[in-house]
């Protein structure tokens, strides 16, 4: 009788991540630590006003719809359930993986200080270390509000290869907009796992719809508990998963952006915004002229989209 293996993205993570910041002074363990392990987490790089300022923006944005729970402090971020299970079908909620439906979604995509995120010094200063040479923060980052709804589909384990293609070498970075603990829900990353090369996929539920297909692998799930200013980074082909949110009405805010080495290749999807937006929309009231088309003076090598790494397969373990 064949023997039913257990799903290994299904395991629980049994390690805690350990704070990279220490190695940031130095380069060459950096990159050894990073290559090793397929991600670095780092508590403290971005100062905590910015990500609280931004925090409350986006809650604000909840709060004039009136999805946020009047009776506690808007920074919290706790909604209203009944409002947002009377008023959010699950279209809505799963609209782009990102939480929210899309007029929700367009008003965070509008905020300057989202996308100035991905320029801080201090992030910019981490991608050069990694890639011995000038990084290009990619333009389309993505925002998640992840609504405690019931019928919210959480994010399969996946490879960021899949959806963003161009260089391998191109990382995302995870950053929460507040505190994510693990019990809200927080990333964690299958350690190692970029050395298994890009894995087929199967359809699934949550943000991209495609699971990649771990049956067989033995890596370890790790994570932790993100303090506001931390983040993680991790290579295109290091497979991760969204943990699920087990607080019943907390919501989980966090931005996802990409970098690369500013001479590696790049697929062209990832200049145009996350949603069915268009950048001179987006960049209405914007104060910061050099945080627009910033990407338009510099020459890239352009890879076509390859639909082909994304053939969906059965999953059998
Ligand atoms: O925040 C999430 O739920 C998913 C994020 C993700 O998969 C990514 O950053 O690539």
Redesign the pocket.
Known sequence: MAQVMEDPAKREPTKTFEDASPYLHDPIALREKAEKDGYLFIKGLIPVDTILGLRREILEILDRRGYLNKNRPLMEGICDLDAIHSRLTEEDVNFN?VGVPMDVYREVQKLESFHALAHEPKLLQLYETLFEEKPFPHPRN?G?I?MPHTKLH??PT?Q?FLHIQGSEQTW?C?MPIGDATQQM?A?AILEGSHKAGLLGVTHAP???ELESILCGLGYEWVAGDYGAGDLVTFHSLTV???LSNRLPDQIRI?A?MRFQPSSAPIQGNSFYPHGPYEWDDLYEGWQREELKYYWKNSDFTLTPYDESIRWQKEKIC
Do not use: C, E, F, Q
């Open positions: 993986g993505i998640r992840m959480k994010t996946h960021d995302t995870w829900g990333l949550g943000a991209g991760h998963k969204a966090s996802d």
